[in-house]
């Protein structure tokens, strides 16, 4: 048995994937474009996981001879135990990664499944403020920022789906060698209101990534 490998974002776009073929399956009668589509979906599949190993590569291919609702469902589950958990926190590790903020409140972290995640996400109402928590390079990264809800639906930056979204921005912490002591640069993004929708529906970590780089200054490695 192999060791978890798939990340949320990646069975998130399995998921996608299955589903697409599982509707070709029960509604398209030509086989020709049945089979099309089973090569488009193991592709886009792959893809997704550039550095799987052959044993990883023989599960997910499995998908390409599914034909039934109940074969796709066993499919799904069968990689449940493969997937690869968000590293599981501590409120005391929450807190030391936003030591300015003095009362700061953590979400019910009994009640996270953390295999269903890519980041932690949460609102504190009473200060307008969101958090942001990512495992970006081998380190436990927090971001804070602004959330202003701008009562409509967007393309959130995170998930790039149709959602009912925030501006969320944060305050760059690295400064131009030349800046001056009151340099300042709030960086900004259309976020999901709802953050455990937006990891339900994430199927790449680019954006994500990206703006953690840029806010914290650190370097892609």
């Keep these: 048995m192999t060791n978890p490998f798939i990340r949320n974002h ?34 886009r599949i792959l893809e997704a996981f550039e550095f799987a190993t ?8 499995k998908v390409s001879t599914l034909n039934t609702a109940g074969e796709f469902q066993q499919y799904l589950q069968s990689l449940e135990p493969y997937i690869t958990e968000f590293v599981q926190v501590t409120e005391p590790q929450l807190k030391k990664l936003f030591p300015k903020v003095k009362k700061l409140k953590v979400p019910h972290l009994a009640t996270i499944d953390y295999r269903y995640i890519t980041y932690m996400g949460w609102h ?49 912490k690295s400064k131009p060698a030349n800046a001056s002591s009151d340099y300042y640069k709030a960086i900004g993004n259309y976020l999901c209101v709802d953050s455990d929708n937006c990891n339900k529906n994430i199927m790449d970590v680019g954006s994500l990534e990206a703006f953690f780089h840029a806010v914290t200054g650190k370097r892609h490695t």
């Excluded at 073929?21 to 398209?28: D, E, G, H, K, S």
């Excluded at 990264?141 to 979204?165: D, L, M, Q």
Aim: glycine share 4%; net charge positive.
């Design 124 to 172: 504190d109402i009473a200060t307008d403020k969101m958090f942001l928590v990512y495992h970006l390079d081998g380190q436990l990264i927090g971001i804070e920022g602004r959330f202003n809800r701008v009562n409509k639906k967007s393309v959130c930056f995170v998930c790039n789906r149709h959602a009912e979204v925030a501006l969320f921005s944060a305050v760059a």
């Design 10 to 43: 990646q069975y998130n776009v399995i998921k996608k994937q299955a589903n697409q073929l599982q509707i070709a399956c029960n509604t398209v009668s030509d086989r020709k474009v049945v089979e099309a589509l089973r090569q488009s979906v193991l592709f």
């Design 54 to 61: 052959e044993i990883q590569k023989q599960l997910l291919e």
